[in-house]
């Protein structure tokens, strides 16, 4: 993780400054958005500043002409940190926004650098089908994941109960199969004898041809 600060920044508060940098190991991978889309969140990192004479109080820095740039950790996104893009998390409006934040090339393709003019709770976010399929096969199959599926409605709607349909439908199928296969062998029509015999053309006109003579 690297923070680089402009000067200008600092400068304008006049006295000595102290910028806390907080970086965060676990990361967000099943966020829904207002829109429904799934996204990813990974190399989470907070960053405030605050001077020297009020060290608990964080000041409140946004519209910098001088970017602040971020090197953020995006190794914990495996294959998806290509895709990764940089934003933060409005506390007011409580979602991740890409407001304000720009990523910028590198050559590394573990780190995310972006460059922003306020300071807040920044991270790289990957959207829609990549961050569906990352949560889908590294936390889908485990207890967690399980859970997280009972507790939601996907049988309500029409895919989720057309599957349902499906599936009942399906075993209704098998218990019936399963039953006339068991009244067959309590007939004792289930021997191989039985379902091997095929009759052919020439023995069932013999045997026409005989019933026909003794009438």
């Not at 052919?200 to 005989?210: E, F, I």
Request: with cysteine.
């Amino acid at each position: 993780i690297k923070v680089s600060v402009p000067v200008a920044m600092l400068a304008q508060f006049g006295e000595d400054v102290v910028v806390a940098v907080v970086a965060f190991d676990q990361s967000l991978e099943d966020q829904v958005a207002n829109d429904g889309t799934t996204f990813g969140v990974y190399g989470i990192v907070s960053i405030e500043i605050s001077t020297l004479s009020n060290p608990g109080i964080a000041q409140n820095v946004s519209g910098l002409a001088d970017p602040v740039l971020l090197t953020l950790n995006a190794s914990a996104a495996g294959a998806l940190a290509p895709k990764l893009s940089c934003a933060y998390f409005d506390v007011q409006a409580r979602h991740w926004s890409s407001a304000g934040v720009q990523k910028v090339p590198n050559d590394a393709g573990s780190t995310l650098v972006c460059a922003t003019s306020h300071l807040s709770l920044f991270g790289g976010i990957v959207r829609g089908f990549a961050a569906a399929f990352s949560c889908s096969t590294v936390s889908l199959l485990n207890r967690d994941g399980i859970s997280k599926v009972r507790r939601t409605t996907w049988y309500m709607a029409a895919p989720g109960q057309l599957l349902l349909g499906f599936i009942i439908a399906t075993y209704c199928l098998l218990l019936g199969a399963c039953f006339f296969d068991w009244r067959l062998s309590k007939r004792g029509l289930r021997d191989e004898k039985v379902f091997c015999i095929i009759p052919r053309r020439t023995q069932v006109r013999q045997r026409a041809g005989k019933t026909g003579s003794a009438t």
